[in-house]
């Protein structure tokens, strides 16, 4: 979830009617991002002076003109400050500096959450990106404690992180969403911690390899367990997607990301083989537009006439450029490609906000949960990230 060559990942994407350009490439592609990230600079101030102290952001309605906020126990409350140390990584702006070290610090106390399965998006993004430009060993401390309550979701009766809860809804969900934590596992295991922390994650990504796709490499959205009845996996089934058979255009981007990683931080082929089967789907479904945005599901029945997610093109975008860099040849081209139109397409207008518009947010048209009527055609903060 930390990587510097994706700063790149500012903008936003659209539903309808978009206008395919020429997918930008070298030079040109520097100069636009060079050119997003001086915007993204101003706008993340204008964030920062939009939300109270005390509050993260979590969305911003561009229909309504109306700003949402969190507290830190929301599973996107890293992103905000995780944003603002890539900011200032890129700028060395020192007002980026202060707002990031302010916003850091309301994190600090969520090193101790086991409410879910999300620490990974909420203490690596903002405190892995501070430890890595900083090296302030306080900061390392707190990643180290946060590993260690994401250990406590760790089930094994079924060899996996539980992702939520029980409740009325599922007794024991795993979402494919918690591929994206695992790093926050890796990165302390891999640099003196517990070595559990790893046996834990390679578990959970095995498991995950196992139980979680279709056939044609699709992954289901929710694995449904029941803990009591000896971890049987009671259903395969969705929360935010169509249908349960369908594919969440988030969820493949969630995976593919996760599986790039775990390559990156163990060197397992059973990783890089995952991801290229993920990117294979989505780079070759029929259903994928040409400006590289996916729909929100890529079984919506009413595609074309549905709504595009600016949040689902902005992970695969990062997720093909670092995946391009473990392959060669005519793959490398597709990977990078794919991110160079992508990257064109939420530079355009449609996504990308004008200065001091959208709240502070920088992309627009992301989709959260679209079946449950939350964060329809919204800017998010982890499309920003």
Request: charged share 20%; aromatic share 12%.
């Amino acid at each position: 979830m930390m990587k510097r060559h994706i700063l790149f990942l500012l903008a936003g994407l659209s539903v309808l009617q978009i206008t395919q350009a020429q997918p930008l490439s070298g030079e040109k592609l520097r100069a636009k991002l060079r050119e997003n990230l001086t915007l993204a600079q101003s706008q993340y101030k204008l964030l920062h002076a939009n939300i109270p102290a005390d509050r993260m952001p979590q969305n911003f309605d561009i229909n309504t003109g109306t700003m949402k906020t969190s507290d830190t126990k929301w599973w996107c409350s890293g992103f905000f400050p995780g944003t603002l140390w890539y900011l200032y990584e890129y700028g060395k702006d020192k007002e980026i500096l202060n707002i990031a070290e302010a916003r850091l610090k309301q994190m600090e106390p969520i090193k101790h959450f086991t409410g879910n399965h999300d620490l990974g998006f909420m203490m690596y993004c903002s405190y892995g990106n501070a430890y890595r430009i900083t090296g302030r060993p306080e900061f390392r401390k707190t990643i180290d404690t946060a590993a260690m309550s994401l250990a406590t979701r760790y089930r094994p009766s079924i060899q996996s992180i539980q992702s939520w809860d029980s409740s009325k809804n599922f007794k024991c969900a795993v979402i494919v969403d918690n591929m994206m934590n695992l790093e926050l596992l890796m990165f302390v295991s891999n640099n003196g911690g517990d070595k559990r922390f790893r046996d834990i994650a390679v578990t959970h990504a095995n498991t995950t390899i196992e139980r979680q796709f279709r056939p044609d490499n699709a992954a289901y959205h929710v694995l449904d367990y029941s803990l009591a009845n000896g971890g049987k996996l009671l259903r395969k089934t969705t929360w935010q997607g169509a249908h349960d058979t369908s594919a969440w255009s988030r969820g493949q981007a969630w995976a593919i990301y996760g599986y790039t990683t775990m390559y990156r931080m163990t060197k397992d082929v059973r990783y890089l083989d995952q991801a290229r089967k993920l990117g294979a789907f989505m780079l070759n479904h029929p259903r994928m537009p040409k400006d590289g945005i996916p729909w929100w599901d890529y079984d919506a029945a009413d595609i074309p006439n549905t709504l595009r997610d600016a949040s689902a093109g902005s992970i695969m975008a990062s997720a093909f450029i670092e995946l391009a860099g473990y392959v060669s040849g005519a793959e490398q081209k597709r990977y990078m490609g794919a991110a160079e139109n992508i990257l064109t397409t939420l530079s355009n207008d449609t996504y990308l906000a004008k200065p001091g518009t959208n709240g502070g947010f920088l992309l627009k048209r992301s989709v959260g949960a679209l079946p449950l009527k939350g964060e329809v055609d919204v800017a998010l903060t982890y499309a920003d990230y």
